[in-house]
């Protein structure tokens, strides 16, 4: 049977596993037995399974945290209009209150039509985050991208009267996932848009790499401080200068993780009123296999 040696390292490794102390750096597999070898590394795959499970959990409880936080004010804002509206109808009717009761109903439908957007954005964002869909990039012509991201934002654009200059007329691909890169894309087209000057333009440009193929959208909007482009794609980070525009601070970090994702990435150039320029890089080639996101 086995040598006592043996079977007193085995002890060993379990006991340093039980107290969360193993590392397989300890053990030198030249050394070890063939029992003690397999131990090593199911012991190994345990502790990577509990690293794994730590992070997932620390992952939740910041996500927990975060809706909390930005949930808190469009509920109390509903709350408080909702309220308001109430004693009005109990006061009594005439024109006065009629009118102010229709600035209520308004508040209320802004304020939950921006708990709707940030559900849905917290939505994405956890599924993303915890693995429950797939990106599954495959090959496919650059102007459909580009064509349909427009389509999303083409109505919020005219609302501002801004114009989309769309300068892409080629017929080159990328490998890339429809559903998740034209959320990516209509990020970034969103912005553009709510952070441009009332009648402006963006525009949409593509330089075609060996390696990648790079997509452009460019605006003349407020810009962007240089202290804040390494912020931005962080998750609920938003500027000072835009903390009283629309918007919860998601969408840049979701674009990001979705170009990960696929092997891409994002770059961005700006000066405080000049506008700003992002870059999406999508490589050219899918990989032999998907990343699940």
């Not at 009332?198 to 525009?203: M, T, Y």
Request: proline fraction near 2%; aromatic fraction near 8%.
């Amino acid at each position: 049977m086995f040598g006592r040696k043996t079977l007193d390292r085995v002890e060993h490794m379990l006991d340093e596993a039980i107290a969360g102390n193993f590392q397989e750096s300890d053990y030198d597999e030249t050394h070890l037995s063939k029992l003690e070898s397999k131990w090593k590394q199911y012991l190994g795959m345990s502790v990577l399974t509990r690293e794994n499970m730590e992070k997932e959990k620390e992952s939740v409880k910041s996500l927990v945290s975060d809706i909390s936080h930005q949930t808190k004010t469009p509920m109390a804002n509903i709350q408080l209009y909702a309220e308001l509206l109430r004693e009005n109808l109990e006061s009594g009717p005439d024109f006065a209150q009629k009118s102010q009761n229709l600035k209520l109903l308004n508040e209320i439908g802004v304020q939950a039509k921006k708990l709707d957007f940030l559900i849905q954005s917290l939505t994405k964002l956890s599924r993303l985050e915890s693995n429950i869909v797939e990106v599954r990039p495959v090959r496919q012509k650059l102007s459909e991208l580009i064509g349909a991201a427009i389509q999303d934002v083409r109505l919020k654009a005219e609302h501002r009267e801004i114009e989309i200059i769309n300068t892409y007329g080629g017929t080159g691909s990328a490998a890339y996932d429809m559903k998740w890169t034209k959320e990516a894309l209509g990020n970034v087209l969103d912005n553009a848009v709510k952070y441009s000057h009332f009648g402006g333009s963006i525009r949409i440009s593509v330089a075609e790499y060996e390696l990648y193929a790079a997509v452009s959208v460019k605006d003349d909007g407020i810009g962007i401080r240089e202290e804040d482009t390494a912020k931005i794609f962080g998750r609920f980070y938003r500027a000072e200068e835009v903390q009283q525009e629309d918007g919860v601070g998601i969408g840049l970090y979701l674009t990001r993780e979705i170009l990960r994702k696929e092997n891409g990435y994002i770059r961005v150039k700006s000066k405080p009123g000049n506008g700003s320029e992002f870059v999406m890089y999508l490589p050219r080639e899918a990989e032999e296999f998907f990343h699940k996101c």
